[in-house]
């Protein structure tokens, strides 16, 4: 039964991280223009940190099943090279869309979510294994 599962949770653990780079772009592309350009901080800059974050949760909680469906197979090391960098992603992804809420200042608003999800990315691409299938199936 659970390797029925297994399949399917994969398809979708692979494709999805392309949602979240694409949403981490976009997300980081919004606040990096807007603290250069000065421009206030938006409702459309909150949905992009919004969706970001989303998407991470829901890597990550694909991922824990992965995990736990393979029996804790992968081991330490994955755990260690994998999943705790990326658990740690999200929440630096949290902090990127939390923390600019509790400033005034606009500038200061984009300064934050630039540094938070900045981190939040360099967790992300370092923890991917580029070695696996980018695109599995094809």
């Known amino acids: 039964m659970l390797t029925n599962l297994y399949l399917p949770f994969v398809y979708i653990h692979s494709y ?45 909680t694909i991922g824990l099943v992965l995990y736990a469906l393979t029996g804790f197979a992968a081991g330490m090391r994955f755990l260690g090279e994998h999943i705790i960098p990326m658990a740690a992603a999200v929440v630096l992804g949290h902090l990127g869309t939390s923390l600019p809420k509790r400033v005034e200042d606009e500038t200061r608003k984009h300064k934050r979510a630039v540094l938070w999800f900045a981190l939040s990315a360099l967790l992300v691409l370092a923890a991917i294994p580029w070695s696996r299938p980018l695109l599995r199936g094809l």
């Open 16 to 60: 999805l991280r392309w949602l979240v780079i694409a949403a981490l772009l976009y997300a980081l592309y919004r606040s990096v223009r807007g603290w250069l350009a000065e421009k206030p901080w938006t409702k459309a800059d909150r949905l992009a940190g919004l969706v970001y974050t989303i998407s991470l949760d829901l890597q990550l």
